[in-house]
């Protein structure tokens, strides 16, 4: 069994910010693989949910960012789950748009979401890490993730959002390097191909060069 932690503030007022990308992300899991309804469990809203074979529970903490790790050891120690069981989701400011990392360990990098769940059940549990860039200035973070999503960036949104639920049976089964690469696959736009080169005058193609 997984758990599967999307990290955001709860509340409508929320529900857009940089900062909930974690929970967008739970959500667009949720509905791609058909999980059961949310109901109000750990401190969070949870959902049961089978992804290709594998039991996941989805949890979004409703305890605030800073006290997420509450609701995270709640439902460890109710379903007696190992921390390589855990998966949690959530915004990095120093990662692009777009861009994804996944890693097992590590600090909190700032992130109070990740701090509060390492103090409460250890720091060694799958972190997905989803950029949402950074305003360019430390004392604008806490103003730049704490607002919408703009419009023009709802494209590689919902492209990342899309493929991080397409991708998720991979990192369920706990092969992140696949999981990492269909994300990539899926967000980024095919490479043009080469030009053909143009036929000549008896309507064949030029011999390729060798090199010598």
Excluded: C
């Amino acid at each position: 069994m997984r758990l599967l932690v999307g990290l955001g503030n709860p509340g409508p007022g929320y529900a857009g910010h940089r900062h909930n990308i974690g929970a967008m992300a739970a959500d667009a899991i949720h509905r791609r693989h058909g999980f059961g309804p949310w109901k109000a469990r750990f401190h969070g809203y949870a959902a049961e949910g089978m992804v290709d074979g594998v039991k996941v529970l989805a949890l979004k903490p409703t305890t605030f960012m800073n006290r997420s790790g509450e609701a995270v050891q709640a439902a460890l120690q109710f379903y007696k789950l190992g921390l390589e069981d855990v998966i949690v989701i959530y915004d990095e400011i120093d990662l692009k748009p777009g861009q994804i990392r996944v890693k097992k360990g590590g600090g909190a990098a700032g992130h109070n979401g990740i701090r509060s769940i390492d103090a409460h059940i250890g720091p060694e549990f799958w972190r997905i890490r989803l950029g949402v860039g950074h305003p360019g200035a430390p004392e604008l973070v806490h103003r730049y993730v704490l607002q919408d999503f703009a419009k023009a960036e709802r494209p590689w949104l919902e492209k990342l959002l899309d493929a991080v639920a397409e991708a998720f049976p991979v990192m369920a089964k706990g092969d992140d390097s696949r999981f990492v690469n269909k994300v990539l696959v899926l967000t980024q736009p095919p490479k043009p191909k080469p030009p053909r080169p143009e036929p000549t005058e008896s309507g064949a193609a030029p011999p390729e060069k060798k090199d010598t």
